[in-house]
């Protein structure tokens, strides 16, 4: 993701929407997708790889999305953090009893909204390699100009996941896995609403991708937070409270677990 000006939206009025009822009434609903759809053109030829989507995920929830290479896992993810616009449909978060409708924003609103109430982890850690790990963190703090009252939380999320050690080390004198703990604190550093996690493990190898992905589920899971996670590792599954597959532009085989009971 790219990281844009740092000025707020001036006066923007964000849409109120009633928050639809749950069906798990012990879980507000968090995200909602209505008719959603994503069209790409290939060689002259439209392609759904998003195909009128319609579900509701809720607070608190680790889902899982699995799918194939190319099925549309990362452009959900996009869509529902506001990188990319949909075809058609609506996202809208909820947070409170306020809704905010994403794709009714401009990009620089959807640019402003991410930095401020969403946290991204990416299978390539995107750090920025003339920034230390603690400058790494703080940054996303800095363009919402909460640098002050949040850097000592960004010290405490390197503390949880090993690297007090390294707040001064750049990105290169790191391990792919301390580079993504690197990426999971920074995530969490200004306490979004959502977690999106885009094939997190996927650059691992299995016992370093194991630890990683069970830091992130305590670290989130401790905050109360949503994770949304797209991979197509079915092992990672199984600690999902709800497992989605992403085929043909379709949400199917929506299992939710005996766990969340």
Known sequence: MTLQTTAQVANHQEPTLERPAATQPSKPVLIRLEHLSKTYAEAGQARAVLDELNREFYTGEFVCLLGKSGSG???LLNLISGIDAPSSGDVTIYDGAQAVTITAL???????????HIGIVFQFFNLIPTLTVLENVTLPLELAGKHQQMRRHAVELLERVGLADRINTYPDKLSGGEQQRVAIARALAHDPLLVLAD?????????TGE?????????TRDAGKTLFMATHAPDVAEQADRVLHLVHGQLVNDQLSTAQG
Not at 199 to 207: F, I, K, M
Not at 211 to 219: F, H, M, S
């Open 211 to 219: 630890t990683v992905l069970k830091l992130l589920l305590e670290l």
């Open 73 to 75: 896992k990362s452009t």
């Open 199 to 207: 094939e997190p493990t996927g650059n691992l190898d299995d016992e």
């Open 106 to 116: 401009s990009e620089h609103e959807r640019t402003i909204f991410r930095r401020n």
